[in-house]
């Protein structure tokens, strides 16, 4: 395949190095920043440069751009493009990029759209932090838009290419829901955790607790401000299920309440095991 991929920061430019580094299919890469271009190059994580001309041979296009800037290069890229070209998007919501792909899907319905969303990243962003094993055992969400058999097939096996562990379908809703919880929230938690008094202080009190609660707090702060505001609706009711946790476990040290507090430790204990025996029967059913 020709594959075209719109952002080569740490998702994009880990995405093209990937597939040059385990496949065969030809990659072309377009950042508008132009010392990411650079580097990108440097680090060959792509063959050559999008332009006019080569974009109309694309046979999958790869929006890893922030969610705005992907609906306006998607409108812009659509007319260019062959008959049965795939366009996917590496999104972190997916509500607002699915309703813009149904409606293009309208206009352009000789192309197949999907939304994608590789469960992959790191505390650090750009093509400078970029690596071709970022997808190895991570799972990737897809929400269809109509999406043909064939065309889905061919990006499942992409990523399977790439050592993606598997493939949840999902609609673009129920995507929404569940990522605020097991991502954005985690970052909201993080960036309020870090601003402690004491946080300056950890070295030589801290271990794998401190590291582990602190290491989504290093993020993009324009990106992330704009996924939050964008899932701000299930966001809001995971920090309100999350507060009333926090307050339970106010309550019983207040109370002095020793009972009380163990129960709620507990109940996390047994939560927590459920959720890692969820993961193991998931990779035995596969």
Known sequence: MIIAIYGLGLIGGSLG???IKKTSHKVLGFDIDKATMLKANM??????????????????????LTPAVAIKTMREVAPMLKDN??????????RKIVEEMDALLEKYPKLNFSGVHPMAGREFSGISHSTAGLFEHAFVIMTPVHTPIDA???VKQLFLELGCEGIEISTAIHHDEMIAYTSQLAHIVSSSFV???HSAEHVGFSAGSFKDMTRVAKLNPDMWTELLMDNRDNLLREIEELQKHIEEFKTALSDKDENKLNELLSEGAIMKEIAENARKERKRDE
């Open 17 to 19: 190095r990937a597939i």
């Open 152 to 154: 889905l097939v061919k």
């Open 43 to 64: 680090l060959n994580a792509y063959h050559e440069e999008i332009n006019d001309n080569n974009i109309k041979n694309a046979d999958l296009v790869v929006l890893a």
């Open 85 to 94: 070209a795939i366009v996917i998007d590496c999104c972190g919501n997916k």
């Open 195 to 197: 601003k402690s008094s």
